[in-house]
């Protein structure tokens, strides 16, 4: 069982920068994909960001260019380096782990084995 844990979140301005944090449990964390989500007020869950076993990264177009996930296998941590944040930025953000050792990516939420509880990040205009 891989227990996940964001951080980091919080109120912002629009142009603002954030970076979150999702620390997970276990011992085989650098062989497993590890993405990304948010959820917008009334809207559904959405993929932001994955980055795979071997440090491949993939992003949504609403994102691309304006945040960085990576990931520190020695402190079983990954990342979202969130700049240039927008109103329509604002949701929950949410780490997830996929189950599969030195699997494909995957961005789908109905993929993702493990979840972690969440991080608020509202952007103020």
């Known amino acids: 069982q891989v227990q996940l844990v964001e951080s980091g979140g919080g109120l912002v301005q629009a142009g603002g920068s954030l970076r979150l944090s999702c620390t997970a449990s276990g011992d085989t964390f650098s062989a497993h994909g590890m993405d990304w989500f948010r959820q917008g007020p009334g809207k559904e869950r959405e993929f932001v960001a994955a980055?795979?076993?071997?440090?491949?990264?993939f992003y949504a177009h609403s994102v691309q260019g304006r945040f960085t996930i990576s990931r520190d296998n020695a402190k079983n941590t990954l990342y979202l380096q969130m700049n240039s944040l927008q109103p329509e930025d604002t949701a929950v953000y949410y780490c997830?782990?996929?189950?599969?050792?030195?699997?494909?990516?995957?961005?789908?939420?109905?993929?993702?084995?493990?979840w972690g509880k969440g991080t608020l990040v509202t952007v103020s205009s």
């Open positions: 980055i795979d076993w071997s440090g491949s990264t």
């Open positions: 997830a782990a996929d189950g599969r050792i030195r699997g494909p990516p995957n961005i789908r939420p109905e993929g993702m084995d493990y």
